[in-house]
């Protein structure tokens, strides 16, 4: 019964800023560590690219290179929520957007973010 619900997805200009966030339901979030994911445009094949990690605690976070300093993970035990709030976007990181639970093997739909002008 594992809900993974992500929001937030929209078009945005290069150089732009957006929020996503993921609703998760159905384990007891605050033991589990969460990411963040993602699959580029174009291959339905394509296996998701890790984008970032947070710790149980949220005390510690994990990303990867190319979105260091531009991104930031971070979660709300009370709302149940993981949050992905990025900057400085370019058209390469257009993507559906993807949350995870670590230890877990289940997928929300994901939100779509497209970089464009």
């Known amino acids: 019964q594992v809900q993974l619900v992500e929001s937030g997805g929209g078009l945005v200009q290069p150089g732009g800023s957006l929020n996503i966030s993921c609703a998760a339901s159905g384990f007891i979030f605050s033991e589990a560590a969460m990411s963040w994911h993602r699959r580029f445009p174009g291959n339905q094949h394509e296996e998701r690219e890790f984008?970032?990690?947070?710790?149980?605690?949220?005390?510690?976070?994990y990303y990867h290179r190319s979105v260091r300093g531009r991104f930031t993970i971070a979660r709300d035990v009370a709302k149940q929520t993981v949050l992905l709030q990025m900057t400085n976007l370019v058209p390469e990181e257009t993507a559906v957007y993807y949350c995870k639970a670590e230890g877990g093997d289940d997928w929300g739909q994901g939100t779509r973010v497209t970089v464009s002008p």
């Open positions: 984008v970032a990690r947070i710790s149980s605690s949220g005390h510690n976070t």
